[in-house]
Nanobody, 128 residues
Framework: QVQLVESGGGLVQPGGSLRLSCAAS????????IGWFRQAPGKEREGVSC????????YYADSVKGRFTISRDNAKNTVQLQMTNLKPEDTAVYYC?????????????????????WGQGTQVTVSS
């Protein structure tokens, strides 16, 4: 059973930075797509950034391109999301998710729901 544990959320001022980390365990498939999704109050959950553990291909939502960077450490089974120039509209609960099939999809499909396994989420609040 895949387990995902997020860390690194918090309160930050606009323009600030945060680094989220996802520690994964229990992988049984050879490759996974691992993604960061977020859900703001009253809004649907959306894909922010995803990465394939097969070839490292990445996807970013238009709203975060140039500001967020996803990276992976396959040996440690961790995925990070470096967030810079944060905006109030980035405020949401951020979830790490993994899927054993989507790594072979197109980039957009790789970061589209549904996903197989989810972490518990970490709150990110951008406010002055």
């Amino acid at each position: 059973q895949v387990q995902l544990v997020e860390s690194g959320g918090g309160l930050v001022q606009p323009g600030g930075s945060l680094r989220l980390s996802c520690a994964a365990s229990g992988f049984t498939a050879p490759y996974y797509a691992i993604g960061w999704f977020r859900q703001a109050p009253g809004k649907e959950r959306e894909g922010v950034s995803c990465i394939s553990t097969s070839d490292g291909m990445t996807y970013y939502a238009d709203s975060v391109k140039g500001r967020f960077t996803i990276s992976r450490d396959n040996a440690k089974n961790t995925v990070q999301l470096q967030m810079t120039n944060l905006k109030p509209e980035d405020t949401a609960v951020y979830y790490c998710a993994a899927d054993p099939v989507k790594w072979s999809s197109t980039l957009l499909a790789m970061c589209t729901l549904p996903y197989d396994s989810w972490g518990q989420g970490t709150q990110v609040t951008v406010s002055s």
